[in-house]
DNA sequence: GTCTATATTTCGATAGAC
DNA sequence: GTCTATCGAAATATAGAC
């Protein structure tokens, strides 16, 4: 009376190893987030995970591929909630688009602090992730610059409207709410914050008069 | 034909070790522009400094301590630059000296890189540099708040002004500046790009109409 | 005041057993 | 796939000579 060693033996050692993997990117993710790439010891994230340093490391060859599957996992969370949908918003509608993004952000401490860790880290050329945070401006300045070129394009915008401050600004509030959230958390809401940004902008180079 | 031992020897000994302890503190100012302070070791600064590892901690009894003469260093050239004038800025006026803030600040990227790379990593209560962080960002709006509030009650701005908004998206504009500016050097005018800011806060919120 | 030498951790990464 | 053991490098800090 022997059970057949199943398929599933083979299937179960391998998804365990998957878990693991998410396990630890995970954690990796809450760890940078909390203290930056070079504040993570990779024995934290092992013990975070529940493996041991080696046994993380058999996942990834290295600290920086560690870094490499988180930045990955951020990407294909988020990948798709701007530039993913089918009719990209366009004009000022763009504005509404990341008011979104900004309340979901709300919700997502980790992923924020993720982000202000790492794009202050890797201002400097050498650090893995230069590469990635470089990527990420370049993408939402094309997104929001063509939404607002549109915008004006189509007569929402003032003729005049200088595209190209209005995108670096807009990012800029985004990023300086999402330090003094982090800094102060529960003092401010970076969605409201980022509503009356808008309208100001809006009561500036708006075609219609708004105020 | 003896040269009397003149003070000048005990005094040029303290010069020296005067001139050193302030040239750490540039070294190490420097360094942790570039790499914050957790990627930058006290063996570099005082690589930098022209002393030995040793030498450098004589000055100061450890890396936090010489983290403290740093900020320290960095208010003394700062403090009075806009709560130090005798006549404070009020009303809109104050946001004309925070434009002055932030041209001069075009000029300094040393500390802008500083404080950036510092804002980041102190986010963490536990980080040595945390409390200067957050006194910080309560004198800015301190001081903001003040202005604007000032210019509500002398009728520059409209009585329904929302101040705690416009402070708060006006140091995150300055901040998220300062990220962008250290990631694409001379690619955009922290300046302008303020100006821009200040010029749509003026269309919603001038008690003229300005626009 | 500055140096050499060293103590003590901690880190990232590798080797090899199971 | 995971572990123990270990290597080599780098970090902070201290001791003691000059």
Redesign the interface.
């Known amino acids: 009376m022997s059970f057949p060693p199943p398929h599933r033996a083979r299937s179960r050692v391998d998804v365990s190893g998957e878990e693991s993997r998410a396990k630890a990117v995970a954690a990796a993710t809450e760890l940078f987030a909390?203290?930056?790439y070079?504040?993570t010891s990779v024995a934290a994230v092992a013990a975070r995970t529940g493996l041991s340093q080696s046994g993380l490391l058999h996942h990834f060859p290295s600290k920086a591929a560690l870094l490499a599957a988180v930045l990955e996992e951020r990407d294909r969370q988020d990948g798709a909630f701007l530039t993913g949908s089918t009719s990209p918003p366009l004009g000022w509608a763009a504005f509404d688009a990341l008011t979104a993004l900004v309340a979901r952000n709300s919700t997502r401490p980790r992923m924020v602090?993720l982000f202000?860790?790492l794009?202050?880290?890797a201002?400097?050329p050498s650090h893995p992730a230069h590469a990635w945070?470089?990527q990420h401006?370049a993408g939402i300045r094309t997104w929001l610059g063509e939404a607002v070129r549109t915008g004006v394009d189509r007569g929402e915008f003032r003729q005049d409207a200088?595209v190209e401050?209005?995108v670096?600004?807009t990012?800029?509030?985004?990023?300086?709410?999402q330090?003094?959230w982090?800094?102060?958390p529960g003092e401010?809401s970076m969605a409201?914050?980022?509503e009356?940004?808008v309208?100001?902008?809006r009561?500036?180079?708006s075609s219609v008069e708004v105020?």
């Not at 990012?171 to 709410?177: H, S, T």
């Open positions: 909390l203290a930056g070079k504040g602090g202000v860790r794009a202050a880290e201002i400097e945070v470089q401006y200088p401050s209005i670096r600004t990012v800029a509030v985004i990023d300086g709410l330090q003094q982090l800094l102060q401010l409201s914050e980022f009356a940004h309208s100001a902008l009561a500036r180079w105020r």
